[in-house]
């Protein structure tokens, strides 16, 4: 079974510039996560969808970060204009629904804004 | 303010002793406990989860221990080995919201 796949693994941009980052979750996974990871943290949840609806965009900076996830499967995640501290690391994670299951993370994409 | 605190950013062992690794939260309403590793360049990869209704749950070489009454829990890994060397990440959901919230890890260096 694949597991989250996620695209590109890496991008560079000059700041200003805009960038997009697509996630398609593992089959079946009704809920998927958008994180953020800065170096030396951890992962820091952006955005959680349940299908198709948003339902945690709290910690989404909204004037320039967008998210959608059409027909409840793919998403993706997009900045417009990139900053130089956007450069991280973007990570999806998708599981099934309920709290006591785990969430399978893809193998990110590394953003540098130069 | 850091509802998933690990403290100790990194801990070296000595190959095929034991590894423990420590994890606090301070939210009541989390009722399940994951932790992740992490390898350079990956994505976390899930490694084993309890349930708050549990006080222990062990897979193989990995068990992992929740104190309630302390908010604590802590993962066991015995014998440690080179492939143990990682990033580990504990992280706690809640059932109101289904959110999953990490701590900033703990970097495990395994000697040989």
């Known amino acids: 079974e694949a597991g989250v796949v996620q695209s590109p693994r890496y991008k560079i941009i000059e700041k200003k510039q805009p960038v997009a980052f697509w996630c398609n979750p593992i089959s079946g996974h009704n809920t998927l996560y958008w994180y953020r990871q800065n170096l ?38 997009k900045i417009q204009p990139a900053e130089l501290g956007d450069s991280a690391v973007y990570l999806c994670a998708s599981s099934l629904p309920g709290g006591h299951t785990e ?5 990110g994409t590394r953003l540098t804004v130069v | ?34 932790w992740y590793k992490k390898y350079p360049a990956e ?14 749950n062990e897979d193989g070489r990995f068990t992992v221990f929740l104190n309630k009454s302390a908010k604590h829990l802590s993962l066991h890994i ?8 990682a990033v580990y990440f504990c992280a706690a959901r809640s059932n109101r919201d289904d959110k999953i919230i990490f701590g900033k ?4 260096h395994i000697l040989p």
């Open chain 1, 40 to 77: 030396g943290q951890g992962p820091e949840l952006l955005i959680r969808y349940e299908n198709e609806e948003a339902v945690d965009d709290s910690q989404l900076p909204k004037d320039r970060f967008s998210a959608e996830r059409l027909k409840g499967v793919d998403s993706t995640l």
């Open chain 1, 103 to 107: 969430a399978f993370f893809g193998q």
């Open chain 2, 1 to 34: 303010d850091q509802q998933v605190k690990q403290n100790s950013p990194s801990l070296s062992v000595q190959e095929g002793r034991i590894s423990i690794l420590n994890c606090d939260y301070t939210n009541s309403m989390f009722d399940y406990f994951l």
């Open chain 2, 43 to 56: 994505g976390p990869t899930f490694l084993i989860s309890i349930s708050s209704i549990k006080d222990k």
């Open chain 2, 78 to 85: 015995v014998p440690s080995q080179p492939g143990d060397s």
């Open chain 2, 105 to 108: 890890g703990t970097r495990l």
